[in-house]
């Protein structure tokens, strides 16, 4: 089936740091991916999509590009802010018609 | 028009009572989606619905029951809840020819 799996968190960056969260991912076809990221006290809001493979999403200063080849869509910033602190969670919608999440990863970022 | 509302936000139940959850979107999404969340974890899908039809039951248990009235509304019904159904229940909808879901800001459910 249908599987997600993002890299183990919590991860603390000072303001204007690099950020990479790392997603891999196993299905069957071509499905589509996501990112979803969740605010404290808050509901998803999906943050960027891919459709298919080699599209690059962003949004936010946010992006990631879907591999194929290596099954992989990680999430990279270039300067994190401290408003980015946040549960980041890589998601698929493959064959299975429904979303398989990937068990999130908590950002923190310092000032 | 691009949200999904849910009321309430925060609700505290007794286990003997029964109460409702509502969710309304406006986009004309025919796809609508009830998802259980618990604290550090992942959206776990409970029902979906496809055309006011309920297509997915996840297993979930009878006294959580779904009910689409029609195409903008999505209700849970809850019923005898325990204090281990505590959680934020979120609600999402999508058009059904798109993979892309837009969640609700969820209820905060509390069993006492």
């Known amino acids: 089936g249908d599987s997600v799996t993002q890299m183990e968190g919590p991860v603390t960056l000072s303001e204007e740091a690099f950020l990479t969260i790392n997603c891999t991912y196993t299905a069957t076809g071509y499905p589509s991916l996501f990112w979803y990221v969740q605010y404290p006290g808050e509901g998803l809001q999906l943050l960027l999509k891919?459709?298919?493979?080699?599209d690059k999403g962003s949004n936010k200063g946010f992006e990631a590009t879907y591999r194929k080849e290596t099954t992989s869509f990680h999430l990279e910033k270039g300067s994190v802010q401290v408003s980015d602190s946040a549960v980041y969670f890589c998601?698929?919608?493959?064959?299975?018609?429904?979303?398989?999440f990937g068990e999130g990863t908590q950002l923190t970022v310092n000032p | 028009d691009t949200e999904v509302t849910q009321t309430p936000k925060h609700l505290v139940m007794g286990m003997t009572n029964k109460k409702s959850l509502k969710c309304e979107q406006h986009m004309g999404h025919r796809a609508m989606y009830w998802y259980k969340q618990k604290a550090k974890k992942p959206p776990e899908l409970m029902f979906v619905?496809?055309?006011?039809?309920?297509?997915i039951n996840e297993s979930v248990p009878s006294r959580f029951s779904p009910e689409c009235p029609n195409s903008s509304l999505l209700n849970l019904h809850l019923h005898a809840l325990q204090p281990e159904d505590s959680a934020l229940y979120l609600c999402?909808?999508?058009?059904?020819?798109?993979?892309?879901?837009?969640f609700g800001q969820g209820t905060r459910l509390t069993v006492v």
């Open positions: 891919a459709t298919k493979a080699d």
């Open positions: 999402a909808s999508s058009h059904p020819l798109s993979t892309e879901a837009f």
């Open positions: 998601a698929l919608f493959g064959a299975s018609s429904r979303l398989t």
């Open positions: 619905y496809s055309y006011e039809k309920l297509s």
